[in-house]
């Protein structure tokens, strides 16, 4: 049989980034050596989320430089 680990967790809603990152703390503290690939994905994933949330910046006429007459 396989052994399912799970953690029960209490946030604090009024504090959130500092929660999200103990909690990637606790969770880390479960697979040494596996960290890394664990923290790229989800930087991987934040970064996404992040890039959707920007606005969209309008580039304007592109500007060309004159020949020399």
Excluded: W
């Amino acid at each position: 049989m396989v052994a399912v680990k799970k953690v029960e967790l209490s946030i604090d809603l009024t504090r959130p980034a500092e929660e999200l990152i103990e909690t990637i703390i606790q969770v880390l503290s479960y697979y040494p050596g596996a960290q890394l690939g664990i923290l790229q994905r989800v930087d991987q994933t934040i970064g996404e989320m992040l890039a959707a949330m920007q606005p969209k910046e309008d580039p304007g006429p592109v500007e060309t430089a004159e020949e020399p007459t």
